[in-house]
């Protein structure tokens, strides 16, 4: 009897709470639905809208992750666009970028978007996917100018299914940094060229009885091995995205990163990659690690916290077929679901104009408008990292990155701690990306 | 222990006012918890497109049937497990010893009740970072006391390289913050256990250890009870030191069942599978509790 | 006697500052290296005693940011939560303990069932009830979601001090005419202050210490909470543990603060919650 009440109690609540839960996604999907028709009154719009437009001003949400000194510098980027624009307004806000995607989601499954993102390269696909961000090419008037004045390779980690989904904001890229005073008391006199040298340098910086090691990585993911792998002559799948086997097991690949391992196996390398360990960059500035592989964020970091170290950049030490790295950066975005097509196209816009790029640059931020390569605004190191840009590739660009990621850093893994060799471990990702790419 | 009222014609004018003092209380529930809990019940059937929920394909019990065979969630079902296992039973052996010291009368009590609470006020996402901090693999403190103090090892430990022993952090930091917690409800309880009873005790020639198994322990059933019950649900929920420490590496080995969800769902966008997850750890949790809740209710309101 | 008794009370002390010593470590270890410059933060030996000290870590944290504005928004949040909580639960109590009505043991394990479901997964509905009801984006969005998943547990606690507080005082208050709502506010409530104290300080750490939710709800800077600040603060200066460290500490003399006002209730407190033999 009691056990009965309760079951037609709970029965009643579930069926309750689906009313409440069914409606919800219909009415999320709204503005979501809307993104495309708001195209249409905006096209038209223009000729009327000039003078409406200081009597009904609109602003502009736009996310990022950006650093203390960049979103500073946004600050300034944004008053001249204002100033440009009047009646539209640009609110910036900024998240910790492990925090970021889980707010990004929660924000378009709940149907109330920020107009623009900058979000991680690795990300548009798959966000472009699930039609979350709106397609670009035929949509934006400039569209066409922009993408043709901006680096291919940067651009091209936009595209999903034939189509643009956002535009390259800034990129960067990985360059060896190395600890000039550990390579002057070894005697080294010159960065590693080749990697045969880099690893017989990263063995002679090695200082077991004092912790110092030569090399040392930030961790297993894949952004972190990607420059060796990527020099090495590694690649994670064909060209087409069909099939992994082939590529990330293949010999270049396996020797990439049976040449981290075995740097891991004669201690010249630093266990902190495996967790837990000295950072990267509080390694190298206290002089505890000889050489790591790192952006052009570093002058910032270094600058701030380590004054007095004397480090410099070189290329990465080339492999069989030459140098290589790993392209990174950010592209910006404009959501699907927002209200004002119009005026986030402007902002994106302004984003990919010079004056935009410049003003970042000045705090670290690496255009991508290739004309501005080697111009006299930009700060001098940006002339290395734009040398190894030429060079450095693109990380597969597929809505099943991440996971591909992850099946790497999980072979990585087993590798290091002798689990498997890193033959029979890639080909045990091979298997597991392919299967992904199956579905 | 539903107690008639003893007046029994006021029982329509009670309903009344119960309804006004249940009101706010379920509205809340209703709105905040209620509809959400049904709303991810329904995603966990679906491969739910989160931009375009209409575009969603109802999957049946795919994301369901995708977990129990996927050897990633068997791994984090187990270190729930063993994390539970060993942090509730810690927790309540230390916590229970805190709290029989705590209550004699002895100098400073004040001062160590407030500095073994500490570590509970102490937040998750600190407390995390400091003992990932401690158990660091190169210049942490713990290898430090083990190799140049102790000389138990004659070389560093990388903890969080290895699976097993990057649980090793995991599971301390829980009993560290805990056991000031479980000290505290332990010796509210033996605050209500009679001093006379246990001097009677003593006078009859009952060495402390009889006091202790025959009239302390049984007396604090309820407690216990209620210990279990709350420390087992914590342990199965946890979430941030697993993250925070762990993040599942190496080789996806040391989840927590809540780490994967929140991968799932937030890391690779999969909100069917994040929310089946969810519903296997609630199911598991929910068939616990129906034993647990009797014994729950039981000391209350009779 | 006495002397087994000296005896007793020595070995105690003893075993406490045993267990000092644990809690202790971590803690010392914490505030130590808040005041390392971050050139000594790996130097081993650990040196526990910082030498030069330096507080340009908490000058940095304060300075960051909006990190004085995110503090302030948390003791709003808090506070409010915290109140609200304390106002909904006990009523929620008093009608479990006191009050007879239909479905009474059914709604109870309904409301049980908040103490069993991981909070992360009710994320995403959540927001999308947020966004409807216009609570995206400002304090009251975490107000309420605070209170809600609080309730459960508290009214759990509450229900059993109030069932230990004598019939006999509100019999004859009834006698007299008195409302259940004079009999809740005017005899069970002041009889209940230090179970109401637990309650205070469990909702109070729950809404200070809040993470997920507040990362989600808010999207403007102006209205962002502590841990968000925190955990802001730890992506740029992930490896600056000095300085995350100091951040935490300030983030703690709120908690540490409110626990010294209320803790000569708490031990009291806990005991009238109904949770004994």
Known sequence: MKNSKLFVFVVLLLVASFGLGACAPAATAEPAAEAPAAEAPAAEAPAVEEPAVVAEPVTIKYWHTMSDAEAAKLEEVIASFEAANPGISVESTRYAYSDFKTALLTSIAGGDVPDTARMDIAWVSEFASQGALMQLDGAMADFDAIAASVFPGPLSTNKWDGHYYGLPQNTNTQVLVYNKDMFDAAGITAAPATMEEFAKVACDLTDASKGVYGFAEGGTYFWAPAPVFYAMGGKVTDAEITTATGYVNSAESVAAFTLLKDLYDQGCMSPNLMGGGIATDAGQGTGIYGMIIDGPWMVDIYKGNYPELNYEFALIPAGPNGTSSVVGGEDVVILGGTKNAEAAQKWVSYLMSKDAQVALAQVGVMPTISSLTGDASMPAYFAIFMEQLKTAQARVPSPKWSDMDNAINNAYQRILVGEQDPQAALDQAASEIDALLAQ | ?302 | MRKANHLRNFASILILLVGLGVVAIPIWYMVSTAFKPQTMVFEMPPQLWPNPATINNFIKAVTTDHFLLYFWNSVKVSITATLLTLTVSSMLAFAFARLTFPWKEQLFYVLLLGMMVPPVMLIIPQFIVSQKLGLYNNLTGLILVYATMNISMQTFLLRGVFENVPRELEEAAMIDGASPFVIFVQIILPLSGPGLAVVVINSFLYSWEEFTWANVNIADSANRTLPIGIALFQSEHLTEWGQVFSASLIALVPVIILFLVFQRYFVEGISTTGIKG
């Open chain 2, 1 to 302: 222990m539903m107690s008639r009222s003893p007046h029994a014609p006021r029982a329509k004018y009670q309903f009344v006012s119960a309804l006004l003092f249940l009101l706010p209380g379920f509205l809340l529930l209703f709105v905040f918890f209620l509809g959400p809990l049904v709303y991810s019940f329904r995603i966990s059937f679906f491969d739910w497109n989160f931009a375009h929920p209409e575009r969603s394909v109802f999957v049946g019990f795919e994301n369901y049937l995708g977990q129990i065979n996927n050897p990633i969630f068997h791994r984090a079902v187990i270190n729930t497990a063993v994390y539970t296992f060993f942090t509730v039973v810690a927790k309540l052996v230390l916590g229970f010893f805190a709290a029989i010291v705590l209550n004699q009368k002895i100098p400073a009590r004040s001062f160590f009740r407030v500095a073994y609470y500490l570590p509970v006020i102490t937040s998750w996402v600190i407390v995390s970072l400091l003992f990932m901090y401690m158990f660091s693999g190169m210049g942490g403190l713990v290898n430090y006391l083990l190799k140049d103090v102790f000389h138990l090892i004659n070389k560093n430990i990388i903890w969080l390289a290895d699976p097993i022993l990057a649980l090793v952090p995991v599971i301390l930091v829980d009993i560290w913050k805990g056991v000031g917690w479980v000290a505290v409800i332990f010796l509210s309880g033996l605050q209500t256990i009679s001093k006379e009873l246990l001097e009677a005790a003593e006078m009859d020639g009952a060495t402390p250890w009889q006091r202790l198994t025959r009239i302390t322990l049984p007396l604090l059933r309820g407690t216990t009870v209620f210990l279990v019950v709350v420390l087992i649900l914590g342990g199965l929920n946890s979430y941030v030191p697993f993250q925070l420490i762990t993040h599942g590496n190496p080789m996806d080995k040391t989840h927590s069942i809540l780490t994967l969800m929140y991968r799932a769902t937030f890391s690779r966008m999969d909100f069917g599978n994040g929310a089946a997850i969810s519903y296997l750890l609630t199911l598991f949790v929910f068939a616990l509790s129906v034993v647990q809740l009797k014994m729950l209710n039981k000391p209350i309101g009779e």
